[in-house]
Protein backbone atom coordinates (compact mmCIF):
# COMPACT_ATOMS: atom_id res chain seq x y z
CA UNK A 1 0.00 0.00 0.00
CA UNK A 2 1.40 3.49 -0.41
CA UNK A 3 0.42 4.81 2.64
CA UNK A 4 3.38 2.38 4.00
CA UNK A 5 6.23 4.41 1.73
CA UNK A 6 8.84 6.16 2.86
CA UNK A 7 10.23 7.01 -1.12
CA UNK A 8 11.54 10.89 -0.79
CA UNK A 9 11.82 10.99 3.23
CA UNK A 10 14.68 11.15 5.27
CA UNK A 11 14.98 9.66 8.82
CA UNK A 12 17.54 10.43 11.94
CA UNK A 13 17.68 6.55 13.73
CA UNK A 14 20.11 7.27 16.93
CA UNK A 15 21.71 4.03 18.03
CA UNK A 16 21.18 2.95 14.28
CA UNK A 17 24.36 1.05 13.78
CA UNK A 18 23.54 -2.32 15.42
CA UNK A 19 20.58 -4.08 17.25
CA UNK A 20 16.95 -2.68 17.52
CA UNK A 21 18.43 0.84 15.74
CA UNK A 22 19.87 -1.07 13.43
CA UNK A 23 16.94 -3.24 12.79
CA UNK A 24 14.50 -0.14 12.21
CA UNK A 25 16.79 1.80 10.14
CA UNK A 26 16.93 -1.68 7.68
CA UNK A 27 12.88 -0.96 8.15
CA UNK A 28 12.76 2.49 6.96
CA UNK A 29 15.32 2.02 3.91
CA UNK A 30 13.26 -0.98 2.85
CA UNK A 31 10.55 1.03 2.72
CA UNK A 32 12.16 4.01 0.85
CA UNK A 33 13.58 6.57 3.08
CA UNK A 34 17.01 7.74 3.52
CA UNK A 35 18.32 6.98 6.46
CA UNK A 36 21.53 8.99 8.55
CA UNK A 37 22.54 7.14 11.75
CA UNK A 38 24.39 7.63 15.04
CA UNK A 39 26.73 6.00 16.95
CA UNK A 40 29.49 6.34 19.16
CA UNK A 41 31.63 3.42 17.09
CA UNK A 42 32.59 4.65 13.73
CA UNK A 43 33.46 1.08 13.03
CA UNK A 44 30.17 -0.48 13.59
CA UNK A 45 29.11 2.74 11.89
CA UNK A 46 30.39 1.95 8.92
CA UNK A 47 29.47 -1.87 8.50
CA UNK A 48 25.95 -0.49 8.95
CA UNK A 49 25.93 1.72 6.33
CA UNK A 50 27.40 -0.24 4.28
CA UNK A 51 24.56 -2.46 4.52
CA UNK A 52 22.25 0.39 4.45
CA UNK A 53 23.07 1.53 1.26
CA UNK A 54 23.01 -1.96 -0.39
CA UNK A 55 18.92 -1.16 0.62
CA UNK A 56 18.96 2.34 0.09
CA UNK A 57 21.33 4.84 -1.49
CA UNK A 58 22.32 8.01 0.50
CA UNK A 59 22.37 6.89 4.03
CA UNK A 60 25.10 8.67 6.33
CA UNK A 61 26.49 8.13 9.43
CA UNK A 62 27.59 10.76 11.96
CA UNK A 63 29.58 9.35 14.84
CA UNK A 64 27.74 11.34 18.15
CA UNK A 65 27.96 10.34 22.08
CA UNK A 66 24.55 11.32 22.81
CA UNK A 67 24.92 10.90 26.52
CA UNK A 68 26.95 14.70 25.73
CA UNK A 69 23.74 16.43 26.23
CA UNK A 70 25.60 20.08 25.64
CA UNK A 71 26.48 18.57 22.42
CA UNK A 72 23.08 17.60 20.83
CA UNK A 73 22.16 20.73 19.27
CA UNK A 74 25.30 20.69 17.28
CA UNK A 75 25.03 17.09 16.42
CA UNK A 76 21.58 17.42 15.13
CA UNK A 77 22.33 20.77 13.35
CA UNK A 78 25.18 18.97 11.37
CA UNK A 79 23.61 15.86 10.54
CA UNK A 80 20.19 17.57 9.10
CA UNK A 81 22.05 20.23 7.00
CA UNK A 82 24.13 17.19 5.55
CA UNK A 83 21.08 15.57 4.99
CA UNK A 84 18.37 18.48 4.24
CA UNK A 85 16.54 17.85 7.19
CA UNK A 86 14.68 15.09 8.88
CA UNK A 87 11.21 14.14 8.15
CA UNK A 88 11.44 11.02 10.83
CA UNK A 89 13.00 11.08 14.07
CA UNK A 90 13.62 7.88 16.47
CA UNK A 91 15.04 8.11 19.76
CA UNK A 92 16.67 4.57 19.88
CA UNK A 93 20.18 5.31 21.29
CA UNK A 94 19.87 3.82 24.97
CA UNK A 95 22.48 2.44 27.90
CA UNK A 96 21.56 -0.34 30.52
CA UNK A 97 23.63 -0.54 33.94
CA UNK A 98 22.58 -3.63 35.82
CA UNK A 99 23.22 -3.57 39.23
CA UNK A 100 21.81 -3.63 43.04
CA UNK A 101 19.49 -0.13 43.48
CA UNK A 102 21.29 0.11 46.83
CA UNK A 103 24.89 0.12 44.74
CA UNK A 104 23.66 2.83 41.94
CA UNK A 105 25.62 5.49 41.33
CA UNK A 106 24.98 9.07 41.26
CA UNK A 107 27.41 9.11 38.04
CA UNK A 108 25.70 5.82 36.54
CA UNK A 109 22.41 7.55 36.91
CA UNK A 110 23.34 10.54 35.52
CA UNK A 111 24.80 8.87 32.28
CA UNK A 112 21.51 6.35 31.95
CA UNK A 113 19.02 9.41 32.08
CA UNK A 114 20.88 11.21 29.82
CA UNK A 115 21.31 8.63 27.34
CA UNK A 116 17.87 7.43 27.60
CA UNK A 117 15.42 10.41 28.30
CA UNK A 118 17.47 13.90 27.94
CA UNK A 119 19.01 13.28 24.99
CA UNK A 120 15.79 12.17 23.10
CA UNK A 121 13.96 14.85 24.24
CA UNK A 122 16.30 17.78 23.38
CA UNK A 123 16.77 15.85 20.01
CA UNK A 124 12.95 15.53 19.90
CA UNK A 125 12.70 19.28 20.27
CA UNK A 126 15.42 20.07 17.65
CA UNK A 127 13.28 18.24 15.24
CA UNK A 128 10.01 19.80 16.05
CA UNK A 129 11.59 23.36 15.83
CA UNK A 130 12.81 22.49 12.73
CA UNK A 131 9.43 21.14 11.35
CA UNK A 132 8.10 23.78 13.05
CA UNK A 133 9.42 26.73 11.03
CA UNK A 134 9.24 24.54 7.99
CA UNK A 135 5.26 23.97 8.57
CA UNK A 136 5.65 20.55 7.83
CA UNK A 137 4.71 17.20 10.49
CA UNK A 138 6.72 14.82 10.70
CA UNK A 139 6.70 11.36 13.07
CA UNK A 140 9.21 10.88 16.04
CA UNK A 141 9.20 7.41 17.59
CA UNK A 142 10.77 6.20 20.53
CA UNK A 143 12.45 3.15 22.06
CA UNK A 144 10.77 2.32 25.03
CA UNK A 145 10.46 -0.38 26.85
CA UNK A 146 8.90 -3.53 28.54
CA UNK A 147 10.58 -1.42 31.40
CA UNK A 148 7.82 1.15 31.03
CA UNK A 149 5.41 -0.79 31.99
CA UNK A 150 7.06 -3.07 35.09
CA UNK A 151 10.51 -3.50 36.40
CA UNK A 152 13.27 -6.24 36.49
CA UNK A 153 15.55 -6.46 39.52
CA UNK A 154 18.82 -4.63 39.12
CA UNK A 155 17.59 -2.05 36.36
CA UNK A 156 16.19 0.92 38.62
CA UNK A 157 18.10 3.52 36.40
CA UNK A 158 17.34 2.09 33.21
CA UNK A 159 13.58 1.17 34.16
CA UNK A 160 12.81 4.95 35.66
CA UNK A 161 14.24 6.52 32.28
CA UNK A 162 11.52 3.95 30.26
CA UNK A 163 9.11 4.81 32.76
CA UNK A 164 9.78 8.56 31.78
CA UNK A 165 9.99 7.73 28.01
CA UNK A 166 6.39 6.13 28.49
CA UNK A 167 4.89 9.60 30.04
CA UNK A 168 7.32 11.87 27.74
CA UNK A 169 6.02 10.29 24.57
CA UNK A 170 2.09 11.27 25.43
CA UNK A 171 3.46 15.10 26.07
CA UNK A 172 4.79 15.80 23.32
CA UNK A 173 2.39 14.09 21.34
CA UNK A 174 -0.40 16.55 23.30
CA UNK A 175 2.12 20.00 22.55
CA UNK A 176 2.90 18.59 18.60
CA UNK A 177 -0.25 17.42 17.44
CA UNK A 178 -0.69 20.93 16.21
CA UNK A 179 1.92 21.21 14.22
CA UNK A 180 1.08 17.82 12.74
CA UNK A 181 3.97 16.28 14.38
CA UNK A 182 2.97 12.57 15.82
CA UNK A 183 4.74 10.95 18.62
CA UNK A 184 5.02 7.35 19.14
CA UNK A 185 6.97 4.46 20.88
CA UNK A 186 8.05 1.10 19.99
CA UNK A 187 8.48 -1.01 22.94
CA UNK A 188 10.10 -4.40 22.44
CA UNK A 189 10.25 -7.40 24.16
CA UNK A 190 13.58 -9.26 25.00
CA UNK A 191 15.36 -8.82 21.40
CA UNK A 192 19.12 -10.38 20.84
CA UNK A 193 21.50 -7.46 20.70
CA UNK A 194 24.65 -6.44 22.01
CA UNK A 195 22.89 -4.90 24.61
CA UNK A 196 20.71 -8.25 26.18
CA UNK A 197 23.79 -10.44 25.06
CA UNK A 198 24.98 -11.17 28.54
CA UNK A 199 21.17 -11.91 28.91
CA UNK A 200 20.82 -14.38 26.04
CA UNK A 201 23.91 -16.04 26.74
CA UNK A 202 23.38 -16.89 29.97
CA UNK A 203 21.44 -20.14 29.57
CA UNK A 204 19.12 -20.11 32.56
CA UNK A 205 17.43 -16.69 32.28
CA UNK A 206 17.21 -17.34 28.33
CA UNK A 207 15.17 -20.13 29.23
CA UNK A 208 12.87 -18.43 31.25
CA UNK A 209 12.45 -15.46 28.50
CA UNK A 210 11.26 -18.40 26.24
CA UNK A 211 9.41 -19.61 29.05
CA UNK A 212 7.72 -15.81 29.66
CA UNK A 213 7.21 -15.43 26.14
CA UNK A 214 3.98 -16.48 24.76
CA UNK A 215 5.48 -16.79 21.35
CA UNK A 216 8.14 -18.54 22.99
CA UNK A 217 11.20 -17.36 21.63
CA UNK A 218 13.99 -13.95 21.75
CA UNK A 219 12.89 -11.08 19.37
CA UNK A 220 15.05 -10.64 16.36
CA UNK A 221 15.95 -7.17 14.90
CA UNK A 222 13.85 -7.70 12.25
CA UNK A 223 10.92 -8.18 14.29
CA UNK A 224 11.05 -4.43 14.84
CA UNK A 225 10.92 -3.43 10.83
CA UNK A 226 7.15 -3.72 10.33
CA UNK A 227 6.21 -1.17 13.51
CA UNK A 228 8.97 1.53 12.52
CA UNK A 229 7.47 1.86 8.96
CA UNK A 230 4.16 1.86 10.05
CA UNK A 231 4.47 4.49 12.59
CA UNK A 232 7.13 6.49 10.55
CA UNK A 233 4.49 6.60 8.17
CA UNK A 234 1.17 7.84 6.61
CA UNK A 235 -0.21 4.17 7.21
CA UNK A 236 -0.64 5.84 10.76
CA UNK A 237 -1.46 9.21 9.97
CA UNK A 238 -4.26 9.30 13.11
CA UNK A 239 -2.05 7.47 15.52
CA UNK A 240 -0.29 9.78 18.08
CA UNK A 241 0.88 9.38 21.76
CA UNK A 242 0.89 5.54 22.03
CA UNK A 243 3.00 2.62 22.46
CA UNK A 244 2.89 -0.46 20.34
CA UNK A 245 4.64 -3.41 22.03
CA UNK A 246 6.66 -5.58 19.97
CA UNK A 247 7.00 -7.98 23.10
CA UNK A 248 6.07 -11.74 21.44
CA UNK A 249 3.27 -11.23 23.96
CA UNK A 250 4.63 -10.67 27.01
CA UNK A 251 2.63 -7.84 28.45
CA UNK A 252 -0.64 -10.00 27.43
CA UNK A 253 -0.35 -12.43 30.21
CA UNK A 254 1.60 -12.50 33.96
C1 LIG B 1 17.05 -6.44 31.12
C2 LIG B 1 16.94 -6.15 29.64
C3 LIG B 1 15.64 -5.42 29.31
C4 LIG B 1 15.52 -5.33 27.80
C5 LIG B 1 14.35 -4.52 27.32
C6 LIG B 1 13.05 -5.22 27.53
O1 LIG B 1 18.05 -6.05 31.74
O2 LIG B 1 16.10 -7.06 31.64
O3 LIG B 1 18.05 -5.39 29.21
O4 LIG B 1 15.69 -4.14 29.91
O5 LIG B 1 16.66 -4.71 27.27
O6 LIG B 1 14.34 -3.25 27.88
O7 LIG B 1 12.03 -4.41 26.95
Same mark, same amino acid.
Given at each position: ??????????? /??? &? &???????? #???????????????????????????? /?????????????????????????????? @? #? &???????????????????????? @??????????????????????????????????? +?????????????????????????????????????????????????????????????????????? +?? /????????? /????????????????????????????? +??
Amino acid at each position: MKAFSLKGKTA /LVT &G &GNSGIGLG #MARGLAKAGATVAITGRNAAKNERALAE /LNRIQPGCRGFAADLAKTDLIRSAYAEASK @D #M &GGFDILINNAGTTIRGPAEDLTLD @DWSTTMALNLTAPMFLSQCFARERIERKQGGSIIF +TASLMSEASRSTTAAYTASKGGIRQLIKALAVDWAKYGIRVNGIGPGYIETDLTRPLHENEEFSAWVKKR +TP /LGRWGQPAD /LEGMAVLLASDASAFVTGQIFYVDGGWLA +TF
